[in-house]
Antibody, heavy 119, light 109 residues
Framework: QLQLQESGPGLVKPSETLSLTCTVS??????????WGWIRQPPGKGLEWIGS???????YYNPSLKSRVTISVDTSKNQFSLKLSSVTAADTAVYYC???????????WGQGTLVTVSS | SYVLTQPPSVSVAPGKTARITCGGN??????VHWYQQKPGQAPVLVIY???DRPSGIPERFSGSNSGNTATLTISRVEAGDEADYYC????????????FGGGTKLTVL
């Protein structure tokens, strides 16, 4: 059964870069049928799409975050990663990694990891 | 970018039918997906491609999509259905591809 697991620091200082990794098990990240993405949810608020990546490296980013976001994939480790630069308190959220089809339905999610931006 | 509008809350008595709407410009031309999220948990896909159910999702959950409104319908509502529900589309015509609605809190009275 496919499992996704987020990992990374739970506390990041303002103006620094948030870095998270999603490790995929029970399936190959190189599957041509799926994309891999990041979604976040500020405390008490709704879901926000951050971006997605295909195993070949093609990426799609939320225009509101595009200048600060980089998503990359490491097929040798079956992992993909998120970097968000110049963070502020507004970036405090639970960050989820997930797999979706080319129709955008997120069929598998990680458990989520809370990242707090604070000095 | 594309905007999806959901009512903030819907309330329903046990055993009755809940309908949660998702409004968007010509949303009927897009594939709509629905997620259930319970407190402290990751979202779970309950409807994809407007009206298909993933394995393990009860038949009580159904979806429809036409014109400017998509609807998630939950029949014979149970206490365990109380959760936040989000609609979502993948807008291939835009840079902002992944779009979520604001979410609807379903309360079972």
């Amino acid at each position: 059964q496919l499992q996704l697991q987020e990992s990374g620091p739970g506390l990041v200082k303002p103006s620094e870069t948030l870095s998270l990794t999603c490790t995929v098990s029970g399936g190959s990240i190189s599957s041509s049928s799926y994309y891999w993405g990041w979604i976040r949810q500020p405390p008490g608020k709704g879901l926000e799409w951050i971006g997605s990546i295909y195993y070949s490296g093609s990426t799609y980013y939320n225009p509101s975050l595009k200048s600060r976001v980089t998503i990359s994939v490491d097929t040798s480790k079956n992992q993909f990663s998120l970097k968000l630069s110049s963070v502020t308190a507004a970036d405090t959220a639970v960050y989820y990694c997930a797999r979706h089809t080319n129709y955008g339905d997120y069929v598998a999610w990680g458990q989520g990891t809370l990242v707090t931006v604070s000095s | 970018s594309y905007v999806l509008t959901q009512p903030p809350s819907v309330s329903v008595a046990p055993g009755k039918t809940a309908r949660i709407t998702c409004g968007g410009n010509n949303i009927g031309s897009k594939s709509v997906h629905w997620y259930q999220q319970k407190p402290g948990q990751a979202p779970v896909l309950v409807i994809y491609y407007d009206s298909d159910r993933p394995s393990g999702i009860p038949e009580r959950f159904s979806g429809s999509n036409s014109g400017n409104t998509a609807t998630l319908t939950i029949s014979r509502v149970e206490a365990g259905d109380e959760a936040d529900y989000y609609c979502q589309v993948w807008d291939s015509s835009s840079d902002h591809r992944g779009v979520f609605g604001g979410g609807t809190k379903l309360t079972v009275l």
